[in-house]
Nanobody, 119 residues
Framework: QVQLVESGGGLVQAGGSLRLSCVAS???????MGWYRQAPGKQRELVAV???????QYGDSVKGRFSISGDSAKKMVSLQMTSLKPEDTAVYYC??????????????WGPGRQVTVSS
């Protein structure tokens, strides 16, 4: 069964840095891997994702501060978060997707890692 194993995150002071990593198990070939986040009372939102090997996409609120790296084909991705703000406080979820033989997309989610930024 596919599993997304997450590590990193934690508690940091505003202006500091944290790192998140994700490794996917299983034999499935993924088309994209990345991170979403969800703060209390908020909808889950895109943080960063790698698509088609090297193409990257960032949420507007993290552009210029966060950097994603890795390889979806190798089933691993890391997120370097710098200049962190209290508004970045959320549970961060590793994400991956793939398609079956009928080009139907399947999404997978990790259990979530807490990121807390103190003011």
């Amino acid at each position: 069964q596919v599993q997304l194993v997450e590590s990193g995150g934690g508690l940091v002071q505003a202006g500091g840095s944290l790192r998140l990593s994700c490794v996917a198990s299983g034999s499935i070939r993924f088309n994209a891997m990345g991170w979403y986040r969800q703060a209390p009372g908020k909808q889950r939102e895109l943080v960063a994702v790698i698509r088609s090997g090297t193409s990257t996409q960032y949420g507007d609120s993290v552009k210029g501060r966060f950097s994603i790296s890795g390889d979806s084909a190798k089933k691993m991705v890391s997120l370097q978060m710098t200049s962190l703000k209290p508004e970045d406080t959320a549970v961060y979820y590793c994400y991956a997707d793939t398609v079956n033989d009928y080009d139907v997309q399947y999404d997978y989610w990790g259990p979530g890692r807490q990121v807390t930024v103190s003011s």
